[in-house]
Protein backbone atom coordinates (compact mmCIF):
# COMPACT_ATOMS: atom_id res chain seq x y z
CA UNK A 1 0.00 0.00 0.00
CA UNK A 2 1.33 3.28 -0.93
CA UNK A 3 1.60 6.42 1.26
CA UNK A 4 -0.81 7.66 -0.72
CA UNK A 5 -3.08 4.99 -0.73
CA UNK A 6 -2.77 4.72 3.06
CA UNK A 7 -3.94 8.48 3.71
CA UNK A 8 -7.13 7.43 1.50
CA UNK A 9 -7.94 5.16 3.47
CA UNK A 10 -7.44 6.98 7.29
CA UNK A 11 -9.73 9.60 5.21
CA UNK A 12 -11.85 6.53 4.70
CA UNK A 13 -12.07 5.51 8.51
CA UNK A 14 -12.80 8.89 9.87
CA UNK A 15 -15.96 9.64 7.26
CA UNK A 16 -17.41 5.75 8.27
CA UNK A 17 -16.93 6.73 11.81
CA UNK A 18 -18.53 10.41 11.30
CA UNK A 19 -21.79 8.67 9.57
CA UNK A 20 -22.30 5.95 11.65
CA UNK A 21 -25.33 6.28 14.31
CA UNK A 22 -25.00 4.27 17.99
CA UNK A 23 -27.36 3.80 20.07
CA UNK A 24 -26.16 2.09 23.58
CA UNK A 25 -23.40 3.44 25.23
CA UNK A 26 -21.43 0.26 25.21
CA UNK A 27 -21.49 0.17 21.70
CA UNK A 28 -19.87 3.03 21.09
CA UNK A 29 -17.19 2.45 23.59
CA UNK A 30 -16.35 -0.55 21.62
CA UNK A 31 -16.60 1.18 18.18
CA UNK A 32 -14.69 4.37 19.44
CA UNK A 33 -11.80 2.00 20.50
CA UNK A 34 -11.72 -0.54 17.44
CA UNK A 35 -11.79 2.99 14.51
CA UNK A 36 -9.33 4.53 17.03
CA UNK A 37 -6.93 1.36 16.65
CA UNK A 38 -7.64 1.38 13.16
CA UNK A 39 -6.90 4.94 12.80
CA UNK A 40 -3.45 4.26 14.82
CA UNK A 41 -2.07 1.74 12.75
CA UNK A 42 -2.76 3.64 9.25
CA UNK A 43 -0.78 6.64 10.84
CA UNK A 44 1.90 4.63 11.77
CA UNK A 45 1.95 2.43 8.55
CA UNK A 46 1.72 5.88 6.75
CA UNK A 47 5.05 7.11 8.49
CA UNK A 48 6.95 4.13 7.88
CA UNK A 49 6.02 4.38 4.31
CA UNK A 50 7.30 7.99 3.84
CA UNK A 51 10.21 7.74 5.97
CA UNK A 52 10.74 10.50 8.12
CA UNK A 53 11.93 9.35 11.68
CA UNK A 54 9.76 10.37 14.32
CA UNK A 55 12.57 11.68 16.30
CA UNK A 56 13.74 14.20 13.82
CA UNK A 57 10.93 16.86 14.77
CA UNK A 58 10.88 20.82 14.95
CA UNK A 59 11.90 20.04 18.63
CA UNK A 60 15.47 21.46 19.78
CA UNK A 61 18.57 19.57 21.00
CA UNK A 62 20.92 16.64 20.79
CA UNK A 63 20.11 14.16 18.25
CA UNK A 64 21.90 10.94 16.88
CA UNK A 65 20.18 9.09 13.93
CA UNK A 66 21.98 6.13 11.88
CA UNK A 67 25.60 6.52 13.76
CA UNK A 68 25.81 9.85 13.68
CA UNK A 69 24.91 12.41 16.15
CA UNK A 70 23.95 16.30 15.56
CA UNK A 71 22.56 19.89 17.21
CA UNK A 72 18.91 20.88 16.37
CA UNK A 73 19.53 24.68 17.29
CA UNK A 74 16.76 27.25 17.11
CA UNK A 75 17.43 30.06 14.38
CA UNK A 76 16.13 33.38 14.93
CA UNK A 77 15.40 36.01 12.35
CA UNK A 78 17.83 38.90 12.15
CA UNK A 79 16.53 41.89 13.33
CA UNK A 80 16.43 44.91 11.03
CA UNK A 81 19.02 48.24 11.45
CA UNK A 82 17.19 50.98 12.47
CA UNK A 83 17.39 53.63 9.81
Known amino acids: MSAHATLTA ?4 ARAF ?3 RFRGQ ?5 AKDAHC ?3 LALVNKGRRQV ?3 EML ?3 TGRRTFGGRSFSVELRMPRGRKAG
Open 10 to 13: IEQE
Open 18 to 20: CRR
Open 26 to 30: AEYLE
Open 37 to 39: KRI
Open 51 to 53: GIP
Open 57 to 59: SFG
